[in-house]
C-alpha cells in the first residue's frame, strides 16, 4: 500500500495570533510577548486562571471576583466579591491573560471600565486595579462600589485532588455548587444558587453516602456531568453519618416544573435503622422543588439522618440531632427548634428555591437557610480604615486594605463594601485600588494588606518585573532560581517558537515552591481541582522539561512517588504526601519513564539506591518490570499485560477500553527494553536478558493485535474489539518503530491524519468509532483531545517518518490555548478551530500540555534523552538551532566538571553540532544509600557510566 500525505488542510478563517515573531539565535521570546490577545467572551467557554508561586484561583464572568482561591494551607469558598458600577455588576465582555495577572473588561459608548488582577510575587495577598474611562461628551457620575468577600479558612488537612473549601457547615469539595455561585456573580440580586441543584439524583433513606460517584451503583462512563469521584485524601475525617431509627411512609418528591413523583407505596410503612441505606428513585428538585415524607421517630434524642437527595456534597438532607429537627443544603445547615416526641407521626416538607431551602413540619416552617454571606461563619469589620472578615472555625482572618481610599466603607454579616464616587469630565478616566491578604491572625493579615497598599504601585509593577526575571532565568545556565535550566531555541519559525516557549511557560506557571516539603513541585492542574497533586501520568509528560529545568526536584519527586502505594492511587497530596485516587493502568509506565529520563538527563544513577518507601528506587523499578510477567492475561496467548475491567483505570470515558489494551502493552515494552539497557549498564546480564526476551514475547504480542487501515484490537475474556485511539498509535510509535513494516507505518500514519488531526488540534477518539457516542468528553473522546496527546503524537508521526506532519502540529499548537496557556482538553468548536474545553470538570490549567515543548525536543531535534539513548540528538536542524542543553552529552560532558544535579555551565562545543554518543555524566557527590540494597548493587551503580543506546 502506497500512501501520500500532505499536512492536513487548515480553513482560512482559522486566526493566527498577532505578535507572532522568530527567535533570533541566542535569544528567547520575551515573556510579554506570551500574554494573550484581548478574547472576546463569546470566544472563550473556560476563563483563564490566576496564579503565583503558592497558590491557584479562577477569575469569573465579572470584572473583578476570583473563586477556586488556594494558597495551601489557606483556601476559600464562594468567590471574593462583584464590582457594582452605578449600582449594577457588569459582566466581563473580554479578557486577557498574562503570567502575572488577568485583566477583564466591558466596553459601551459612554463609559469604559477595565480591571486587572494580580497576586503578589511569592506573596499571599491579591492586588486589583480598576480603571474607568467616560466614553460620552458630557461629565458623567460614577459610583464603584466593590463586594469585600473573604470566605477564607486554614487547614493543613484535606489537599487531594477534590481539595476542601470552607463553607458555612463543613470544609470540603464540592464543584458543581462553586460552580453554579461563580455562575450568578453578575446578577442583580444576588440569591442562594448553592441549595438549589436541578439534575436528577437519588431519593436515599437512612444513612447517607460520602459525597462522590458510587462505585458499586454507577458503572457508566465517566463524562462528570454532575458528579465526581471522591479523590480526596484520607485525612479528611468525613465519616458516614448513621440513619435515624424511625418508620418512614408517604414520600413524595414534585419537582419545580410540576411532576409529581409517589416514592412508596402509600399507606406502607419502611423501617429505617442506623445501618439503612435505601435507594428509591431518581428524580429532579430544581428550583421550586419540594420532597415530603411522613416520619414516626423510633426514640427521643436520637442524632440520625432521615431522607437525602442524592450523595452529592450539597444534596437536600432532613435529619436529627439530638433529637432537633435539621436541614442542610448547599453548604448550609440550620437546626430547627423543634424536638418532636417517639411515636409520633410526623408530616416533613422540605422546600428548595434561590430564595433559599425550608423545612415545615405540618404545614408550619421550622427552619429556612440564610444567605450564604449573612454571618453564619466569617464576621466582617471595620477597623481603622480596612475591612477584616474573621473565621470562625479555623486559624485564618482576611483583611482588605485601600491604596485608594474609599468614600464609604459599610460592613454587614460577612460582606464588606467599598464605594468610590467620581465625577468624570469628557474623555476623562480614574484608577481606584484594593488588596486582599490573609493569614493566621488579624494582626499577620493587617500587616501584610496595609504594607501592600502603602507601596502598591512599586509592588504592582514588581510583579510583573519578578515574572520576566523568573522566565529569564529559566534559559539561564548558573541561574539562583532553578537547580537547572531549559534549552534556548533559535528558529524562524514563529509558530513553533510560539508553542515551545508557551509550553515553557506552563511548566513554570504550573511549578509551586510553597505547597510542599519537597520543593518545587510541577502541579498536575486546577485551579477547581488539585492545588497541591501530582499526578505520576502527566508527570511523565514533563519528564524531560522537569529533568532539564528542576534536577533536583525530580529527583525528590522520583523517591517520594515510589514511597506512595502507586499501584492503589492515580496521584498524590504533596502537601501532606498523602495517595489519592484509584490506580491508573497507566502509573507503571509512567513512573519508569520519569526514571529513564531523569537517568538519560541528569546521568545520576545514584537515585537508583535511594530508599523509597520499604526498597530502593531499583527495587521498585525491577517491580515495575515483573508486571510483564504476573500480569499477563488469563486470555488470548497470555502474554499480552491485562490491566482489568475497570474503565476508571483506563481511559474512564471510553467503556470498551478495557483488559489488554494496546497502548499501555506497547509501552512495557518499552519499559522493558529500557529496563534491559539499565541492567546491562549496573552489571547484571541474567536480569538484562530476562528482560529483553519479555520485551519481545510482548511485542510480537502487540504487533498481532494490529488492524489493517491503522487501527488496533483490544483483546478482552469475550474476545476482541477494534479502536481508533492515539494512545494506541504513540505508544507503538515510541516502543515499537522498528518492528513496524512499511505498510503498518502507512496505515498508522494515514489514519492519525485522516481520522484525528483536525485544524489546530486533534480529537483522541476517531469520532466514526462505534464508541465514541458513549465517550463524550473532550479529553480522552471524540469531541477534542487531551493537552498532552498532540505533542505525542508528533513525536510518533516523526519517528515513523513523517516529521513535516509533527511540524504542523507544533506549529498550530499555540492557536489552541484560547488566549492563554492549554488546559486538559481542547474541545472542538467547528473549521478547525478549538478551545480550552471546561466540560468534563476539564482543568483550565494542564501540566500535560508541556508535551508540545517536549515534542519540540524530540521530534524535531532528536532529543529522547532516556538511559538508553544518552547523548543522541542534534542541536541544529533545518528549523533552527537548540543552545544549552543541560543534558548528559550535551552541556554535561565531564564527569568531575559540576555536580550533575546542580546548575553546570554550558560547554563550549554545545553550540551548533551534532551530538555524538558519548559516555553520560555520574553524580560525583555523596548520595544517601539504600540500607537494605545489596552491596553488589551498590558497587554496580557507583561503577556504571549510562551508555549510549540508539532504538529503533
Known sequence: ???????????????????????????????????????????????????????????????????????????????????????????????????????????????????????????????????????????????????LLAMMAQSTVDWGWTYGTPWNHGHHHDFYTTERIRAAVTAEHPTQVNVVAEDARWIRLGSPRLPGIQRDEDDEPMLLETELPDHSTSDSGRVRAPGVTALVRNIIARSGVGETIYLSPTPDEIPVTRDTDLRLRRVRLGEGGILSLAVCLSNPGQTGVIVTHGNHPDSLQISVENGRLVLSAGGERVASSVTPAAGTWLQLEARVSAAGASLRLGGEEIARTEPWWNGQRWQAARLAGVVTITDKHSECASVFAFPTEPDAIVVAGSCGR??????????????????????????????????????????????????????????????????????????????????????????????????SKLGPVFLTGGPRLGATTTYFW???????????????????????????????????????????????????????????????VTGDTSVLTETAGDRSVLDHLRGLAARARTGRANFGDHTLIDFGNDAW?????????????????????????????????????????????????????????????????????????????????????????????????????????????????????????PIAPQSDRPDHGAAGAFCGWPGNTARGLARLGRRDLAV??????????????????????????????????????????????????????????????????QLESELGTLRNVRAAGFDLVSRHGSDVVGCAQPSERSARRIAQPIPSVLASDATPRCASMASTDRQMIGDATLATARRG
Open 1 to 147: 500500500m502506497s500512501v501520500s500525505l500532505e499536512a492536513p488542510a487548515l480553513d482560512s478563517d482559522v486566526p493566527v495570533p498577532d505578535g507572532a515573531i522568530p527567535v533570533p539565535d541566542g535569544a528567547i521570546l520575551p515573556l510579554d510577548s506570551l500574554a494573550g490577545e484581548w478574547m472576546s467572551r463569546e470566544d472563550i467557554v473556560h476563563l483563564p486562571s490566576l496564579r503565583n508561586q503558592w497558590g491557584q484561583a479562577h477569575v469569573n464572568a465579572d470584572l473583578s471576583s476570583l473563586s477556586w482561591l488556594a494558597m495551601p494551607p489557606f483556601s476559600g469558598g464562594y468567590h471574593t466579591g462583584s464590582l457594582r458600577v452605578n449600582g449594577v455588576p457588569l459582566a466581563a465582555t473580554a479578557f486577557r491573560w498574562s503570567a502575572w495577572g488577568v485583566q477583564r473588561k466591558h466596553d459601551t459608548p459612554d463609559l469604559s471600565v477595565e480591571t486587572e488582577v494580580r497576586f503578589g510575587f511569592r506573596e499571599r495577598n491579591v492586588n486589583w486595579r480598576i480603571r474607568v474611562q467616560n466614553n460620552s461628551a458630557q461629565p458623567q457620575s460614577v459610583a464603584l462600589e466593590q463586594e
Open 418 to 515: 467599598a464605594t468610590w464616587t467620581r465625577e468624570l469630565a469628557a474623555g476623562q478616566s480614574t484608577e481606584v485600588e484594593f488588596v486582599l491578604a490573609f493569614d493566621t491572625s488579624v494582626d499577620i493579615a493587617c500587616r501584610t494588606a496595609v504594607h501592600a497598599a502603602r507601596s502598591f504601585a512599586a509592588r504592582w509593577d514588581a510583579t510583573a518585573d519578578a515574572w520576566r526575571t523568573l522566565w529569564r532565568s529559566a534559559f539561564t545556565p548558573g541561574n539562583t532560581e532553578f537547580s537547572g535550566y531549559l534549552p534556548t531555541l533559535s528558529t524562524e519559525d514563529s509558530d513553533v517558537a510560539r508553542t515551545y516557549y508557551l509550553g515553557a511557560l506552563l511548566a513554570l506557571y504550573m511549578r509551586n515552591t510553597g505547597v
Open 538 to 600: 502527566e508527570q511523565a509528560e514533563v519528564a524531560r522539561i522537569a529533568s532539564l529545568l528542576e534536577p533536583v526536584a525530580t529527583r525528590a519527586w522520583i523517591v517520594a512517588a515510589f514511597a506512595q502505594p502507586y499501584t492503589e492511587c492515580h496521584s498524590f497530596d504533596t502537601y501532606a504526601m498523602l495517595p489519592v485516587g484509584n490506580n491508573y493502568a497507566a502509573n507503571a509506565t509512567s513512573l519508569f519513564h520519569v526514571v529513564s529520563v531523569y537517568l538519560g
Open 649 to 769: 483505570e483506563l481511559l474512564e470515558c471510553v467503556p470498551n477500553y478495557r483488559h489488554a489494551v494496546v497502548s499501555f502493552n506497547a509501552a512495557f515494552v518499552g519499559l522493558l527494553q529500557q529496563f534491559s539497557v539499565l541492567c546491562t549498564q549496573l552489571g547484571h546480564p541474567e536480569e538484562a536478558a530476562a528482560a529483553a526476551d519479555d520485551s519481545e514475547k510482548l511485542a510480537s504480542a502487540v504487533l498481532s493485535r494490529y488492524v489493517p487501515g491503522g487501527r488496533w484490537s483490544i483483546m478482552t475474556p469475550a474476545g476482541g474489539t477494534t479502536i481508533g485511539h492515539c494512545l494506541d498509535f504513540f505508544h507503538v510509535a515510541d516502543h515499537l518503530t522498528a518492528r513496524l513494516g512499511p505498510s503498518q507505518r502507512q496505515e498508522m500514519v494515514a489514519f492519525v491524519a485522516e481520522h484525528l488531526l483536525e485544524g489546530d488540534w486533534m480529537r483522541a477518539l476517531d469520532p466514526e468509532d
Open 808 to 873: 504542523t502540529i507544533l506549529q498550530r499548537a499555540h492557536r489552541a490555548t484560547s488566549g492563554a496557556l492549554w488546559g486538559q482538553a481542547m474541545e472542538a468548536v467547528g473549521k478547525g478551530h478549538y478551545r480550552v474545553a471546561e466540560r468534563g470538570v476539564s482543568n483550565r490549567d494542564s501540566l500535560g500540555a508541556v508535551a508540545v515543548t517536549d515534542a519540540v525536543l524530540t521530534a524535531l531535534f532528536g532529543l529522547e534523552l532516556t538511559l538508553d539513548r544518552v547523548g543522541t540528538g
